[in-house]
C-alpha cells in the first residue's frame, strides 16, 4: 500500500457528504496517515490548524466545470486515489476507491440541477468502469447503484458510516419551547417528505394533543415557502417551529428532550438523524423506505411515507404507551452505539489495503 492517500476535500462543507469527509481525514490524520488534501484556497489555514501534518494542495476549480477534469498536478503522484465524490478528474490517474452516497438524482431527478444531473450521466459511468473499489455508504445505495450500473457489482464494498461521539443526552433543555414536542432534523428537500409530517401533525392534534413540531433544517428551492403554505392551511401556525442555525449544544437540547424524533422521508442513503437522536435517549419515528430500516433495525418505530395517517397513529402510540416508549429509548441508545466513526474508518482502511493489492 502506498504510503500516501489523497482525498479531495472541496465538498467538506456540503451535508451528508462533508462530514463523511471532515471523520474520514479527521480519523486518518489522527492515526498518523500519510495525507495530501485538495482544497481550495479559502480554506488552507483552516486545514493548516486543524491537520498540521497533512500536505494540502490548492485546487481552486469549480465543481463539476470542464476545467476541474483537467485534474490537478497532485494525481500525478504515487498515491491511494480516494475519491469521495463522482467528480473525480476524467483526465486524473484512476481513483483506488470511489464513495457513493445514494442514487437520489437518478431516482428523483426533478430535485437536482440540470446541470448535476448531466454531469453524473456523464461522469459516472466513465468513473465506475476506472475505479479499483466502490464503497457505498448502506446496502440500500448498493442496490440502487447496481440497478442503475449492473456491471458494477464486483467492485463494491458496503462500509456504514458512523456518527460523533458530542451525540449524547444533556440535562440543558431549549428555552425556546415551553410544551412538549416533535422533532424532525433535515433539510427541507422535496425527497424528505414534510408535508407529509404537516398532515400527520393535523391529524395528530384532532385527538385534542396539544403538542409542538419543532423543524431544524436548512431551505432547499423554496421548500420554505410552500412548507410555511400548508401549515398556515392547516391551522397549525401556533403549534409548528422552524429553526436553521443551531449550534451543538443548542441541537443536543432540543434532541434530548423530544417526545420523538419524526423522519418520514422517502428515501436516504443512510440517515443520520434517526441515529443522532437514539444517541440522546430520544425514540424515532420512522419512514419504511430507502436505507432506514437497515440502519435503525429494531430500535424505531415504522410507518409508511405515504400515510400521514400511519404517521399520526406512531405520534400517538409513543405518546401514550410509556413503557413501549422506554423500551425504545433503550433500543436506541444501544443501536446507535453500533455505528461510529472509528469503525467506518477501519473498514476504509481496509479498503486501501485490497486496492494496494490489485493491478
Known amino acids: 500500500m502506498s504510503s500516501e ?31 495530501r488534501l485538495l482544497a481550495s484556497s479559502k480554506d488552507i489555514s483552516s486545514l493548516t490548524l486543524s491537520y498540521p501534518n497533512a500536505k494540502i494542495s490548492i485546487f481552486d476549480t469549480a465543481l463539476f466545470t470542464l476545467k476541474e477534469q483537467l485534474g490537478h498536478t497532485a494525481y500525478r503522484q504515487p498515491a491511494i486515489i480516494h475519491a469521495p465524490h463522482f467528480n473525480h478528474p476524467i483526465l486524473a490517474r484512476r481513483p483506488d476507491v470511489l464513495t457513493i452516497y445514494d442514487m437520489f438524482a437518478f431516482q428523483y431527478p426533478g430535485f437536482f440541477r440540470n446541470k448535476r444531473i448531466a454531469g453524473l450521466k456523464i461522469l459516472l459511468p466513465i468513473l465506475l468502469k476506472r475505479t479499483k473499489l466502490v464503497h457505498c455508504i448502506s446496502k440500500y445505495t448498493a442496490d440502487c447503484l447496481v440497478h442503475y450500473y449492473p456491471s458494477v457489482s464486483p467492485q463494491i464494498r458496503i462500509i456504514h458510516l458512523g456518527i460523533e461521539s458530542r451525540f449524547q443526552p444533556t440535562e440543558s433543555r431549549p428555552d425556546s419551547i415551553d410544551k412538549p414536542y416533535f422533532l424532525y432534523v433535515g433539510n427541507l428537500s422535496p425527497h424528505k417528505n414534510l408535508p407529509a409530517l404537516i398532515e400527520a401533525l393535523a391529524l395528530f392534534s384532532q385527538s385534542g394533543c396539544q403538542y409542538r413540531l419543532v423543524i431544524i433544517g436548512k431551505s432547499f428551492k423554496g421548500q420554505m415557502q410552500l412548507l410555511e403554505e400548508l401549515i398556515r392551511s392547516r391551522g397549525l401556525s ?37 441515529l443522532e437522536a437514539m444517541a440522546c435517549g430520544t425514540p424515532a419515528l420512522i419512514s419504511r423506505a430507502g436505507s432506514l430500516p437497515e440502519v435503525c433495525g429494531d430500535a424505531a418505530l415504522y410507518f409508511d411515507p405515504l400515510k400521514p395517517e400511519e404517521i399520526a397513529a406512531r405520534m400517538k402510540q409513543i405518546v401514550l404507551e410509556k413503557n413501549l416508549r422506554q423500551e425504545m429509548i433503550e433500543r436506541g441508545k444501544a443501536r446507535a452505539k453500533e455505528f461510529t466513526w472509528e469503525k467506518c474508518v477501519d473498514g476504509i482502511i481496509e479498503l486501501y489495503k485490497e486496492a494496494a493489492s490489485k493491478k
Open 5 to 35: 492517500v489523497l482525498i479531495d476535500f472541496r465538498m467538506h462543507r456540503n451535508s451528508g457528504i462533508g462530514r463523511f469527509i471532515t471523520n474520514l481525514v479527521g480519523k486518518l490524520h489522527s492515526r498518523g496517515k500519510n495525507l
Open 238 to 274: 401556533e403549534q409548528v417551529m422552524i429553526l436553521s442555525g443551531l449550534n451543538d449544544q443548542r441541537l443536543l437540547e432540543f434532541y434530548s428532550h423530544a417526545t420523538a424524533l419524526i423522519h418520514p422521508s422517502l428515501s436516504e442513503g443512510f440517515g443520520f438523524t434517526p
